[in-house]
Every structure is written in structure tokens, then in C-alpha cells.
């Protein structure tokens, strides 16, 4: 099973540019959401959606934009790349009360 | 508005010894699960404590859900190199969304 995907890797942005992060999951999963990881912080909730066709803001959405059109995807979008995006970025998804299977990561470095 | 926090945040102890980290919040969770995190891979589920007071075992890993649901512990018996990773609680609000805590970065030195 695939379970969760994320594209890119790695990415490095210039200040200003925009891009999306990919994320799929095969499992039929209503629930998807979107973290940031840094040093020290844990992981910080970005974005969440809680079924096709509707997404609600974490604890830090600034410059993210989100949308839901499938169940199986949630892509993540960078409208303005700025140094403060530097980051990893997990993509996870679960039903409502299981546990969260998460993406292995997009590291991204904005310069 | 970070909710819960961990302690320590780093820790690095020899192989066989007893460890305890700690989860704390002032809110108030229906739910909490432990992930554990190894480099370049995200996070996978320990466990998930739901009652007040409840105490789960894994193999040398006990996990304790406050009487209040506000906090948590994890204690490591006997510690092994294999158990070196990134540990992270994560509380489930009245919203149905899991909010993750600050981690605690494990190194057991063989």
C-alpha cells in the first residue's frame, strides 16, 4: 500500500516564488491535514480538512492555501515563498478517531 | 499558541537506564497518542490513552493518561539504542483535531 505520498522531497525556493506541495492518500481517509516541523516546535498544524470540498484553518495558516477537490488529495500552496517557510513539511491523513499516517516529508528551504 | 508542552527536550542516557518524559497542557484533551519520529520519516502511532488515569504497556514503554486528560507521561524501562528518536505527544480537542507538543529528541547511547 502506498498509504500517504508527498511531492517533492526537497525543494529549494527563491523569496517570492510560489509552489505546491503534493500530497495523496489511497486509504479513504476523510480527515487530512497539513503540519510544519521546526527545531524545537514540534509539529504545527497548517491546514486541515475534514472531507472533499471543505478545509479549515490550524495554528498557523499565514501564507498557506489549501483545497480539497478529491477525497485523495490535499495539495498545500505557497502563494509568495519567504525565508520564515523554511521548514519540513508532513502531510498526514486518518479516519475520525484513528491514529494519523503521515507522509515522509518535504524538506524546503526558501533563500 | 503552542498547547501542549514536553520535557525534557533533549535527553541522552546510556543504554539500560529508566527514562520519563512528560507531556503538559492546560487544556483539557478527549484523546492522546504518542508518536515516535526517526530522521528523514515522519511520525508513527505508540499508542492512544482515552480515560483519565489510564495506563497502557508496550513492551518497556508505559504510558499514563493524567486524571484530568490535561497531561501524560512516557516511561522507558531499560532504554536500548533502538529506542533513540524523536517522541511527540498529540492532544485531540473538542474540534477532533490533534494538536502535537513540542517533542522530546531521545538518544541511547550503546
Known amino acids: 500500500n502506498a498509504g500517504v505520498t508527498q511531492t517533492p522531497k526537497f525543494q529549494v525556493l527563491k523569496t517570492g516564488q510560489s509552489m505546491t506541495l503534493q500530497c495523496a492518500q489511497d486509504m479513504n481517509h476523510e480527515y487530512m491535514s497539513w503540519y510544519r516541523q521546526d527545531p524545537g516546535m514540534g509539529l504545527r498544524l497548517i491546514h486541515y480538512?475534514?472531507?472533499?470540498?471543505?478545509?479549515d484553518q490550524g495554528e498557523v495558516p499565514n501564507g498557506y492555501n489549501v483545497s480539497r477537490s478529491t477525497t485523495e488529495d490535499f495539495p498545500l500552496r505557497l502563494l509568495s515563498a519567504a525565508p520564515s517557510q523554511t521548514s519540513v513539511y508532513f502531510c498526514?491523513?486518518?479516519?475520525?478517531?484513528?491514529?494519523?499516517?503521515f507522509g515522509q516529508g518535504t524538506r524546503l528551504t526558501v533563500v | 499558541t503552542q498547547l501542549l508542552e514536553q520535557s525534557p527536550q533533549f535527553l541522552s542516557i546510556q543504554e539500560g537506564e529508566n527514562l520519563t518524559v512528560y507531556c503538559n497542557s492546560s487544556s483539557v484533551f478527549s484523546s492522546l497518542q504518542w508518536y515516535r519520529q526517526e530522521p528523514g520519516e515522519g511520525p508513527v502511532l505508540l499508542v492512544t490513552?482515552?480515560?483519565?488515569?489510564e495506563v497502557k504497556k508496550l513492551k518497556r514503554l508505559t504510558f499514563q493518561f493524567g486524571d484530568a486528560r490535561k497531561d501524560s507521561s512516557l516511561h522507558i524501562t531499560a532504554a536500548q539504542p533502538g529506542d533513540t528518536g524523536l517522541y511527540l505527544c498529540?492532544?485531540?480537542?473538542?474540534?477532533?483535531?490533534?494538536?502535537f507538543g513540542t517533542g522530546t529528541s531521545l538518544t541511547v547511547i550503546p
Open positions: 480538512s475534514v472531507g472533499a470540498g471543505i478545509t
Open positions: 490513552v482515552v480515560t483519565g488515569g
Open positions: 498529540a492532544g485531540k480537542n473538542t474540534g477532533n483535531q490533534f494538536y
Open positions: 498526514a491523513s486518518r479516519h475520525t478517531n484513528t491514529e494519523a499516517f
